[in-house]
């Protein structure tokens, strides 16, 4: 009976510790501030994948003039050991002017052993994002030769250095609020395995009309 009777006591102060109506609220409103915090997450995400695929989609399809559209005013694009900043300058003069008239890419399937996740860091303030997408590419550009096989080469379509390359492609991106869309802040590609590729940069931009702003 003691027993029983103790029990009791202890059941009966369970609601003297339960939880206020202030405290539930609290709560309810913490939950509610982690779920928004979720979805924005998500849908943050959603969009930088989005972005990236629109990206490579117009790199496929050799819509150049497009390109630079997705990069931010002070955006840059690294490629081949040269930095090419601004998007109306040095991004539009390696896409526009570099690609368009010496380099063909076409997106191909990952080979076994590439990894084939991707990788999304945000910031806390939703504004800015650092991204890593694994790529597979054919690319090529034409070779370089006073040869009259290649020249003729050349006339008929060919003449063309090909090779296949792996590796990570790596995104800065930002944005002005969390309604704007995201903007390439930096790009960049990381080669992983390849065969030979084009030469690197030598010469910076004007002195290579073509060429980037600054080497490294």
């Known amino acids: 009976m003691g027993t029983v009777m103790t029990t009791g006591v202890v059941a009966s ?20 501030r982690e779920l928004s915090e979720r ?6 995400e959603k969009s930088i ?28 694009s690294v490629y081949n050991g040269g930095v ?4 109306d300058e040095g991004v539009k003069r390696l896409y526009n002017i570099r690609f368009r008239n010496s380099f063909t890419g076409k997106k191909i399937d990952t080979t076994p052993g590439t990894k084939k996740g991707y990788s999304i860091n945000i910031s806390v303030d939703y504004l800015s994002a650092q991204a890593r997408f694994p790529y597979s590419m054919q690319a090529g550009s034409p070779m370089i030769s006073d040869n009259v096989l290649v020249k003729m080469a050349r006339l008929h379509g060919g003449g063309i250095n090909k090779w296949c390359e792996t590796g ?7 944005r002005k609020s969390k309604v704007d869309a995201w903007m390439i802040k930096r790009l960049e590609y990381r080669t992983e395995s390849g065969s030979a590729t084009a030469p690197p940069f030598t010469k910076t931009f004007p002195d ?9």
């Open 13 to 32: 102060t369970v609601p003297a510790v339960a939880k206020s109506d202030e405290e539930c609220v609290s709560d309810a409103g913490a939950e509610i």
């Open 208 to 216: 290579d009309p073509e060429g980037p702003d600054a080497l490294i």
């Open 168 to 174: 990570v492609c790596e995104l800065s991106l930002t």
């Open 39 to 44: 979805i924005a997450i998500l849908e943050a």
């Open 84 to 87: 090419f900043r601004g998007k």
């Open 49 to 76: 994948v989005s972005l990236y695929h629109t990206y490579e989609s117009l790199l496929n399809d050799c819509f150049y003039d497009d390109i630079s559209k997705l990069f931010a005013d002070d955006g840059v």
